[in-house]
């Protein structure tokens, strides 16, 4: 039986507590090293959102929003650095057209969850690692943080996650558990290494936090208010919501609700760690009383401050700072667009061959129309960077392939390229199983697809007719090494 939430999180505080990393909970899905490895495949399940479920109930979405594109994604770029380790000589082969890596094809699986339903993350749990029963789960961006120990400690199965983790779950899920983003913990000391450096807020700030009693978002909440007052920041109220409950009404009742707390607190600046689907009721109720906090934003719930998760910020958000590892296609100067690197240019490459369309820098998922225009879909770059990390991996531990020799390998990989994250670049390390090593600072701008295209090409500093976050300079200095934790 699985844990539900609430259960979690006593677990894992416990397991911090007594410092013990092996945690078999009753019930647990039996496993071995070479689970998903048969003579001639790896399967990997790809954890993505059931946009079929949505639109088979009444959901309006774009065409090209669908389970099976989003699936698509994995399975072409897991066989574009597949053939890619071919050309460079390491022992792959081709069987039927298709690319083995030590004779073994690379088959990506789905398991999903319903967007509007938060009780399914551990259907999703359930479907991905006791119907399909890979080699590893990954999941590029959407699933809940709350539900990533179903995978990795209670059944026990190695994944890939492309977003934040917290150390207490790292602790638990062992050598199981690798990530794209900041730990928590990281996360919340950069942040107020930052604040004065950027001028986010001064020491005489009476700083209020808007957390949450998610498991990852929890731990970030704790250690920024341990951080900020181990700096000198007066923190004076920290309220977490409920974002563990389903219904996002009631959980947007609470964020407004926050605001007479955070008030009655003295406080003039509110940093906020729950997502936008969340900050609603906050933000409203904030400008209807006339609360006048000054706002920040600290990434640590999903798809936050990413140039995808922009259209979907209340529009309030505007003007306000976000301290992330995710990364725009705008400029700070707001007159172009930013240029991919030699990887982001690679994952662009493969992305539209296997998917036969020409991506569009700053486009969000499914395509936008503006003006009689269709703007076309921009790269995932979670998936991109997950497999070129991955794949490999899987390569370099042979004929005899398992978790620990993978997971091994994917440590020693050190630094290497990023896309849309870290300005360009991230690093694993021992000790480190995170791949983010950089931050900046971005705000929310506005563009619609009634904003006018200028004379540089872009939507109101936007690189298409949508909202997009623009980064900021400090100092002419736009990236900031992570302090780790």
């Known amino acids: 039986m699985f844990r539900r939430p609430i259960r979690l999180l006593v677990g894992l505080m416990l397991v911090a507590l007594v410092g013990t990393v092996a945690v078999i909970p009753a019930g647990a899905a039996g496993r071995t090293q070479t689970q998903g490895v048969t003579d001639d495949e790896i399967t990997i399940v790809a954890l993505v959102s059931d946009l079929d479920g949505l639109r088979s109930k009444g959901f309006n979405l774009p065409p090209k929003l669908t389970t099976g594109n989003l699936l698509r994604r994995w399975q072409g770029y897991a066989d574009a650095f597949c053939e890619q380790l071919s050309s460079k000589g390491v022992r792959t082969g081709a069987s039927g057209g298709d690319c083995t890596i ?139 919501v409920n974002t563990l409950q389903a219904d996002p009404t009631a959980i947007n009742r609470e964020s407004g609700a926050a605001v007479a707390t955070l008030k009655a607190a003295g406080a003039d600046t509110v940093m906020i760690l729950i997502p936008f689907t969340a900050t609603s009721g906050y933000y409203q109720e904030a400008t209807r009383s006339g609360a006048n906090f000054k706002n920040i934003i600290v990434d640590a719930s999903s798809s936050l401050c990413t140039q995808f998760g922009a259209s979907r910020t209340p529009a309030e958000v505007v003007g306000s700072p976000c301290v992330t590892t995710w990364d725009t296609r705008a400029l700070p100067t707001k007159n172009g667009v930013k240029a991919d690197n030699d990887f982001e240019a690679q994952c662009r490459e493969a992305f539209d061959s296997f998917t036969s369309q020409k991506s569009q820098a700053g486009v969000p998922a499914g395509d936008v129309t503006a003006g009689g225009v269709t703007y076309t879909e921009d790269i995932p770059p979670n998936e991109c960077t997950m497999m070129s990390i991955l794949i490999p991996a899987i390569a370099k531990a042979g004929k005899n392939v398992t978790w620990n020799k993978v997971y091994k390998n994917i440590l020693k990989s050190g630094k290497g390229p990023a896309a849309y994250m870290s300005n360009g670049e991230g690093q694993f390390a021992k000790g480190k199983p995170f791949y983010a090593t950089q931050v900046h600072v971005e705000t929310l701008n506005t563009a619609n697809a009634q904003t006018a295209k200028d004379t540089s090409g872009t939507f109101n500093g936007c690189p298409a007719p949508v909202n997009c976050w623009i980064p900021m300079e400090i100092d002419g200095q736009e990236w900031f090494p992570v302090v780790v934790r």
């Open 102 to 240: 030590n004779g073994r094809r690379i088959v990506v699986k789905p398991a999903v969850w319903d967007p509007i339903d938060a009780t399914t993350f551990d259907k999703a749990c359930t479907q991905a690692t006791q119907d399909n029963q890979p080699f590893v789960v990954v999941n590029g961006n959407g699933y809940r943080q709350s539900s990533v120990a179903c995978i990795t400690v209670d059944n026990q199965t190695p994944m890939f996650y492309g977003e934040s983790v917290y150390n207490d779950l790292i602790k638990a899920s062992g050598n199981r558990l690798v990530a794209l983003g900041l730990n928590a913990e990281s996360n919340a000391a950069t942040t107020t290494a930052l604040l004065k450096k950027a001028e986010l807020a001064p020491k005489t700030a009476k700083i209020g936090i808007l957390s949450g009693n998610e498991p990852g978002i929890k731990a970030a909440g704790d250690a920024l208010e341990k951080e900020l007052k181990k700096s000198g920041y007066d923190v004076v109220q920290k309220v977490e």
